[in-house]
């Protein structure tokens, strides 16, 4: 009878871990994607900046020498990204296909125009520096004009700010929930040995004997949590970066380290806290107040 309910007891026990083990593990694997996506928000918001181009058109008087000195000063640009030459017979061939006919057999001639195309570095991609940089290229006199889209310019500074504000406010939001979702995990296992915590108390023991076993036992579980989240972890950052790779998410390797030491400390000190203190309010509260 007696190996029976210690077999129940038992159960009841790993299952009480287990679940403690898969909430601290949920929790920290989705605070530590927030993570994440905070560390990496400005490197997707460059990624889609880069993709903005500058179109250089140039005169047909243009000489060969002014357009291959155009190139390289351009290409040695501290705001160029990349730059891709287009003549005009290869822009008169793409925009042939994207019709479906060749258009210079109607009009009798190619009315389109050489030009170069600037994808700028991100930093550079504001309003003010893009006017600058497309008026210093107009004022060269074999340049016929600079386009680029100046209202998706606007647009894309404008939300990347609202995102990266949002995400801020979320990832705080989000670490207080964390906190509070790990400390009532620990809390109810603790709750379940608030009579054992007791009896310990009356027959003598210190608060810091009682506390020790229970924080032990609480940071090997936040341990264990924060492993798991890991492996999480650094399997979805697998899969994103190889889905990715323009993005580079495992370029900062020390950015990317700090934050997995940062998900596991969070584990351990949130489990020893949060044991700390519910221990502490049991130890404090009365005999009869233990059933309440």
Do not use: C
Not at 31 to 37: D, S
Not at 189 to 207: D, E, H, L, P
Request: hydrophobic share 50%; charged share 20%; no cysteine.
């Amino acid at each position: 009878m007696s190996t029976s309910f210690e077999k129940y007891q038992r159960r009841r026990l790993i299952s009480s871990y287990f679940s403690v083990v898969i909430s601290i593990a949920l929790v920290l694997f989705l605070l530590g994607m927030l993570g994440l996506l905070v560390l990496n928000t400005k490197k997707v918001a460059d990624h889609f900046k880069e993709q903005i181009a500058l179109t250089v058109y140039l005169k047909d008087t243009a000489k060969e020498v002014e357009i291959e000195q155009l190139k390289k000063s351009l290409a040695m640009a501290d705001y160029t990204k990349s730059s891709t030459y287009v003549s005009k017979e290869e822009a008169a061939e793409a925009h042939s296909k994207e019709i479906g006919e060749d258009f210079m057999e109607f009009l009798g001639y190619n009315p389109l125009q050489n030009s170069i195309d600037v994808f700028m570095n991100a930093d550079f991609v504001s309003g003010e520096q893009v006017d600058e940089i497309a008026a210093d290229l107009t004022s060269k006199n074999f340049v016929d004009e600079v386009v680029y889209d100046k209202p998706l310019i606007a647009l894309l500074n404008e939300n990347v700010k609202k995102i990266s504000l949002w995400v801020l406010i979320a990832s705080g939001i989000f670490t207080f929930i964390a906190v509070l979702l790990i400390n009532s995990s620990i809390r109810l296992s603790v709750y379940s040995k608030r009579f054992i915590i007791k009896t310990m108390q009356m027959v003598g023991a210190t608060k810091g004997f009682i506390r020790r076993p229970f924080i032990w036992q609480s940071v090997k579980l936040g341990i264990i949590g924060a492993a798991i989240a890991l492996i999480g972890m650094a399997g979805a950052l697998y899969y994103l970066n190889s889905s990715f790779p323009e993005l580079s998410l495992t370029s900062d390797v020390k950015l990317l380290a700090a934050l997995f030491i940062g998900v596991f400390v969070m584990g351990i000190l949130i489990t020893w806290l949060s044991t700390f203190f519910a221990t502490s309010r049991f130890l404090n509260l009365k005999t009869d107040e233990l059933y309440y």
